[in-house]
């Protein structure tokens, strides 16, 4: 079992910036970020393997998100410039392990086998 746990979140006023840490108890191949605001689904923001490749939604995020991971550490980072009121959001760490088809459901939340408890990022206009 994989344990995650996630940090950095907070009230941030919009236009800045802020950057979320997840650690993982060990090292798993895929590690990506969800988030979820009120009464919406859990959204994919971004997604990053064992070897770097990264992912990331085509919305409103693409180019103001960043992932990265430090394999020495278990440990997957987002940072998130230029924050926006409609950023607002429960912010959720996922991990999955290398698996076939993985390349073509990496934004399905069913496709990731662990979560973390999730950190609310909260934005001020």
């Known amino acids: 079992q994989v344990q995650l746990v996630e940090s950095g979140g907070g009230l941030v006023q919009a236009g800045d910036s802020l950057r979320l840490s997840c650690a993982a108890s060990?090292?798993?191949?895929?590690m990506g970020w969800f988030r979820q605001a009120p009464g919406t689904e859990r959204e994919f923001v971004a997604a990053i393997s064992g070897t770097g490749v990264t992912r990331y939604s085509a919305g409103s995020m693409k180019g103001r998100f960043t992932i990265s991971r430090d394999n020495t550490k278990n440990t997957v980072y987002l940072q998130a410039n230029s924050v926006r009121p409609e950023d607002a959001a429960v912010f959720y760490c996922a991990a999955a392990p290398n698996r076939s088809g993985y390349r073509s459901y990496y934004y399905r939340a069913v496709t990731y086998d662990w979560w973390g408890q999730g950190t609310q990022v909260t934005v001020s206009s």
């Open positions: 060990q090292n798993v191949y895929h």
